[in-house]
Protein backbone atom coordinates (compact mmCIF):
# COMPACT_ATOMS: atom_id res chain seq x y z
CA UNK A 1 0.00 0.00 0.00
CA UNK A 2 1.80 3.14 -1.23
CA UNK A 3 -0.32 5.73 -0.27
CA UNK A 4 -1.30 6.39 3.82
CA UNK A 5 -3.88 3.80 4.91
CA UNK A 6 -7.05 5.86 5.87
CA UNK A 7 -9.18 4.83 8.83
CA UNK A 8 -12.45 6.00 10.35
CA UNK A 9 -12.74 5.25 13.95
CA UNK A 10 -16.29 5.24 15.23
CA UNK A 11 -16.75 5.05 19.18
CA UNK A 12 -20.22 5.31 21.46
CA UNK A 13 -17.44 7.30 23.35
CA UNK A 14 -14.37 9.46 22.95
CA UNK A 15 -12.76 6.87 21.00
CA UNK A 16 -9.73 6.56 22.75
CA UNK A 17 -8.94 3.02 23.12
CA UNK A 18 -10.13 1.84 18.98
CA UNK A 19 -7.75 4.33 18.13
CA UNK A 20 -5.02 2.98 20.32
CA UNK A 21 -5.50 -0.29 18.89
CA UNK A 22 -6.06 0.81 15.28
CA UNK A 23 -2.74 2.57 15.64
CA UNK A 24 -0.99 -0.41 17.02
CA UNK A 25 -2.06 -2.77 13.91
CA UNK A 26 -1.20 0.66 11.44
CA UNK A 27 2.20 0.14 13.18
CA UNK A 28 2.89 -2.83 11.19
CA UNK A 29 2.00 -1.72 8.08
CA UNK A 30 3.41 1.02 5.77
CA UNK A 31 6.16 2.15 8.03
CA UNK A 32 3.74 3.41 10.16
CA UNK A 33 2.40 5.90 8.07
CA UNK A 34 -1.82 6.59 8.20
CA UNK A 35 -4.27 9.01 8.62
CA UNK A 36 -6.68 8.62 11.45
CA UNK A 37 -10.19 10.43 11.53
CA UNK A 38 -12.01 9.79 14.74
CA UNK A 39 -15.50 9.86 15.15
CA UNK A 40 -16.58 9.58 18.70
CA UNK A 41 -20.22 9.72 20.47
CA UNK A 42 -22.02 7.66 17.90
CA UNK A 43 -25.41 6.77 18.65
CA UNK A 44 -27.10 7.01 15.56
CA UNK A 45 -27.51 4.40 12.14
CA UNK A 46 -27.58 8.65 10.31
CA UNK A 47 -23.68 9.49 11.35
CA UNK A 48 -22.83 5.37 10.91
CA UNK A 49 -24.15 5.94 7.27
CA UNK A 50 -22.11 8.93 6.83
CA UNK A 51 -18.94 7.48 8.16
CA UNK A 52 -18.82 4.52 5.49
CA UNK A 53 -19.76 6.98 2.76
CA UNK A 54 -16.45 8.51 3.40
CA UNK A 55 -14.68 5.72 3.99
CA UNK A 56 -16.48 4.07 0.61
CA UNK A 57 -14.67 7.97 -0.94
CA UNK A 58 -11.04 7.22 0.45
CA UNK A 59 -11.26 3.59 0.32
CA UNK A 60 -10.56 3.40 3.66
CA UNK A 61 -11.30 1.00 6.23
CA UNK A 62 -13.52 1.21 9.76
CA UNK A 63 -12.70 0.93 13.29
CA UNK A 64 -14.91 0.81 15.86
CA UNK A 65 -15.82 0.31 19.50
CA UNK A 66 -19.50 0.32 19.68
CA UNK A 67 -21.37 -1.63 23.02
CA UNK A 68 -24.76 -1.31 21.29
CA UNK A 69 -25.15 -4.92 19.58
CA UNK A 70 -27.76 -3.30 17.06
CA UNK A 71 -25.10 -0.36 16.22
CA UNK A 72 -22.19 -3.01 15.90
CA UNK A 73 -24.01 -5.60 13.13
CA UNK A 74 -25.28 -2.39 11.61
CA UNK A 75 -22.16 -1.51 10.82
CA UNK A 76 -21.14 -4.81 9.73
CA UNK A 77 -23.66 -5.09 7.45
CA UNK A 78 -23.43 -1.38 6.16
CA UNK A 79 -19.87 -2.15 6.00
CA UNK A 80 -19.80 -5.07 4.33
CA UNK A 81 -22.91 -4.03 1.36
CA UNK A 82 -20.49 -1.53 0.68
CA UNK A 83 -17.45 -4.03 0.57
CA UNK A 84 -15.80 -1.53 3.12
CA UNK A 85 -13.46 -3.36 6.12
CA UNK A 86 -14.47 -3.42 8.90
CA UNK A 87 -12.63 -3.93 12.47
CA UNK A 88 -15.44 -4.74 15.50
CA UNK A 89 -12.80 -4.16 17.90
CA UNK A 90 -15.26 -4.38 20.94
CA UNK A 91 -17.62 -7.21 20.07
CA UNK A 92 -15.91 -10.46 19.85
CA UNK A 93 -14.30 -9.38 23.23
CA UNK A 94 -17.46 -8.74 24.71
CA UNK A 95 -19.12 -11.65 23.26
CA UNK A 96 -16.28 -13.98 25.07
CA UNK A 97 -16.14 -12.71 28.22
CA UNK A 98 -20.14 -13.15 28.50
CA UNK A 99 -19.48 -16.52 27.94
CA UNK A 100 -16.55 -16.94 30.66
CA UNK A 101 -18.37 -14.71 33.10
CA UNK A 102 -21.94 -16.30 32.39
CA UNK A 103 -23.46 -12.56 32.65
CA UNK A 104 -24.31 -9.93 30.10
CA UNK A 105 -22.45 -6.72 29.58
CA UNK A 106 -23.68 -3.81 31.02
CA UNK A 107 -23.41 -1.99 27.87
CA UNK A 108 -22.76 1.41 28.70
CA UNK A 109 -20.64 3.53 26.85
CA UNK A 110 -17.48 5.16 28.19
CA UNK A 111 -16.82 3.36 31.18
CA UNK A 112 -12.85 3.15 30.34
CA UNK A 113 -13.39 6.59 30.40
CA UNK A 114 -14.71 7.06 33.70
CA UNK A 115 -12.09 4.53 35.05
CA UNK A 116 -9.62 6.95 33.94
CA UNK A 117 -10.97 9.94 35.54
CA UNK A 118 -11.26 8.03 38.82
CA UNK A 119 -7.03 6.86 37.98
CA UNK A 120 -6.39 10.61 37.78
CA UNK A 121 -8.09 11.82 40.58
CA UNK A 122 -6.48 9.22 42.42
CA UNK A 123 -2.94 10.58 41.58
CA UNK A 124 -3.96 14.00 41.71
CA UNK A 125 -4.92 13.46 45.59
CA UNK A 126 -1.40 11.79 46.06
CA UNK A 127 0.49 14.67 44.61
CA UNK A 128 -1.31 16.79 46.57
CA UNK A 129 -0.85 15.01 49.74
CA UNK A 130 3.08 15.04 48.80
CA UNK A 131 2.99 18.65 47.87
CA UNK A 132 1.25 19.62 51.44
CA UNK A 133 2.84 17.26 53.53
CA UNK A 134 4.03 18.34 57.13
CA UNK A 135 3.59 21.80 56.57
CA UNK A 136 5.41 22.26 53.82
CA UNK A 137 3.11 25.00 51.69
CA UNK A 138 0.23 26.32 54.56
CA UNK A 139 -1.79 27.47 50.71
CA UNK A 140 -2.55 23.90 50.77
CA UNK A 141 -4.67 24.24 53.81
CA UNK A 142 -7.55 26.37 51.91
CA UNK A 143 -7.31 23.63 49.04
CA UNK A 144 -7.66 20.69 50.74
CA UNK A 145 -10.77 18.11 51.56
CA UNK A 146 -9.09 17.15 54.87
CA UNK A 147 -6.42 19.15 57.07
CA UNK A 148 -4.75 16.85 59.94
CA UNK A 149 -3.17 18.11 62.77
CA UNK A 150 -1.07 16.52 65.30
CA UNK A 151 2.52 16.73 66.82
CA UNK A 152 5.57 14.64 65.50
CA UNK A 153 4.74 10.70 65.09
CA UNK A 154 1.09 11.29 65.06
CA UNK A 155 1.21 9.36 61.20
CA UNK A 156 0.24 12.88 59.57
CA UNK A 157 2.34 11.44 57.07
CA UNK A 158 0.85 7.88 56.40
CA UNK A 159 -2.80 8.82 57.08
CA UNK A 160 -2.08 11.55 54.15
CA UNK A 161 -1.22 9.06 51.50
CA UNK A 162 -4.24 6.35 52.55
CA UNK A 163 -6.80 9.04 52.28
CA UNK A 164 -5.08 10.39 49.18
CA UNK A 165 -6.01 6.64 47.40
CA UNK A 166 -9.40 7.51 48.82
CA UNK A 167 -9.40 10.66 46.62
CA UNK A 168 -9.24 13.30 48.90
CA UNK A 169 -7.00 15.97 49.09
CA UNK A 170 -5.13 15.94 52.22
CA UNK A 171 -2.77 18.71 54.17
CA UNK A 172 -1.08 18.25 57.01
CA UNK A 173 0.33 20.63 59.63
CA UNK A 174 3.23 19.26 62.35
CA UNK A 175 2.33 21.35 66.12
CA UNK A 176 5.59 22.58 67.71
CA UNK A 177 5.46 24.85 70.55
CA UNK A 178 8.18 27.11 69.23
CA UNK A 179 6.21 27.58 65.86
CA UNK A 180 3.35 28.94 65.43
CA UNK A 181 0.87 27.73 62.91
CA UNK A 182 0.02 29.42 59.48
CA UNK A 183 -2.68 31.52 60.19
CA UNK A 184 -4.89 29.39 57.28
CA UNK A 185 -5.43 26.82 59.77
CA UNK A 186 -7.47 29.44 61.43
CA UNK A 187 -9.31 30.84 58.89
CA UNK A 188 -10.13 28.03 57.11
CA UNK A 189 -13.62 25.62 58.12
CA UNK A 190 -13.03 23.81 61.41
CA UNK A 191 -15.33 20.65 59.86
CA UNK A 192 -12.27 19.60 57.05
CA UNK A 193 -10.10 19.90 60.11
CA UNK A 194 -8.69 16.65 62.34
CA UNK A 195 -6.70 16.72 65.51
CA UNK A 196 -4.62 13.65 66.27
CA UNK A 197 -4.25 13.58 69.67
CA UNK A 198 -1.74 10.47 71.16
CA UNK A 199 -0.86 9.62 74.90
CA UNK A 200 2.40 10.74 75.95
CA UNK A 201 3.79 7.50 76.90
CA UNK A 202 3.01 5.84 73.68
CA UNK A 203 4.50 8.94 72.05
CA UNK A 204 7.09 8.47 74.25
CA UNK A 205 7.34 4.88 73.04
CA UNK A 206 7.16 5.86 69.62
CA UNK A 207 9.55 8.40 68.90
CA UNK A 208 12.27 6.29 71.32
CA UNK A 209 11.99 3.12 68.52
CA UNK A 210 12.65 5.80 65.93
CA UNK A 211 15.38 7.37 67.76
CA UNK A 212 17.01 3.99 68.21
CA UNK A 213 15.77 3.25 64.39
CA UNK A 214 18.17 6.44 63.49
CA UNK A 215 20.96 4.88 65.43
CA UNK A 216 20.57 7.78 67.80
CA UNK A 217 20.63 7.37 71.40
CA UNK A 218 16.67 8.10 72.93
CA UNK A 219 17.49 10.33 75.70
CA UNK A 220 17.25 12.90 73.63
CA UNK A 221 14.85 16.01 74.24
CA UNK A 222 12.47 14.65 71.09
CA UNK A 223 11.85 11.32 73.22
CA UNK A 224 12.14 13.17 76.58
CA UNK A 225 8.34 12.76 78.69
CA UNK A 226 8.40 16.39 79.78
CA UNK A 227 9.15 17.28 76.03
CA UNK A 228 6.35 15.67 75.01
CA UNK A 229 3.82 16.45 77.72
CA UNK A 230 4.67 20.24 76.64
CA UNK A 231 3.72 19.86 72.94
CA UNK A 232 0.55 17.44 73.76
CA UNK A 233 -0.22 20.88 75.72
CA UNK A 234 0.45 23.12 73.09
CA UNK A 235 -1.58 20.78 70.32
CA UNK A 236 -4.76 20.80 72.98
CA UNK A 237 -4.60 24.71 72.78
CA UNK A 238 -4.44 25.24 68.99
CA UNK A 239 -7.06 22.67 68.30
CA UNK A 240 -9.26 24.14 70.83
CA UNK A 241 -8.75 27.16 69.02
CA UNK A 242 -9.70 25.73 65.81
CA UNK A 243 -12.75 24.17 66.86
CA UNK A 244 -12.19 20.60 64.97
CA UNK A 245 -12.65 17.18 65.97
CA UNK A 246 -9.92 15.38 67.19
CA UNK A 247 -9.32 11.64 67.29
CA UNK A 248 -7.15 9.31 69.66
CA UNK A 249 -4.83 7.33 67.61
CA UNK A 250 -2.85 5.85 70.66
CA UNK A 251 -3.69 2.33 69.39
CA UNK A 252 -5.24 2.70 66.23
CA UNK A 253 -3.72 1.11 62.81
CA UNK A 254 -3.80 3.93 59.82
CA UNK A 255 -6.80 2.48 58.56
CA UNK A 256 -8.80 2.73 61.45
CA UNK A 257 -7.97 6.16 62.17
CA UNK A 258 -8.65 7.06 59.04
CA UNK A 259 -11.97 5.08 58.03
CA UNK A 260 -12.66 7.60 61.37
CA UNK A 261 -11.51 10.58 60.05
CA UNK A 262 -13.83 9.66 56.83
CA UNK A 263 -16.75 9.65 59.21
CA UNK A 264 -16.21 12.53 60.40
CA UNK A 265 -15.98 14.58 57.17
CA UNK A 266 -18.85 12.73 55.80
CA UNK A 267 -21.30 13.59 58.52
Given at each position: ?33 F ?11 G ?90 D ?19 T ?11 K ?98
Amino acid sequence: MGAKPIVYVLSDSVGETAELVIKAGLSQFNNGEFKIHRIPYVDDKGTIDESIQLAKAENGIIGFTLVDPVLRNYVNDKAKQMNIESIDIMGPMLSAMEKVFDDAPRLEPGLVHKLDEDYFKRVEAIEFAVKYDDGRDSRGIARADIVLVGVSRTSKTPLSQYLAHKRFKVANVPIVPEVDPPEELYGVDSAKCIGLRISPEKLNEIRRERLKALGLGDQATYANLDRIHQELEYFDKVVNKIGCKVIDVSNKAVEETANNILQIIRN
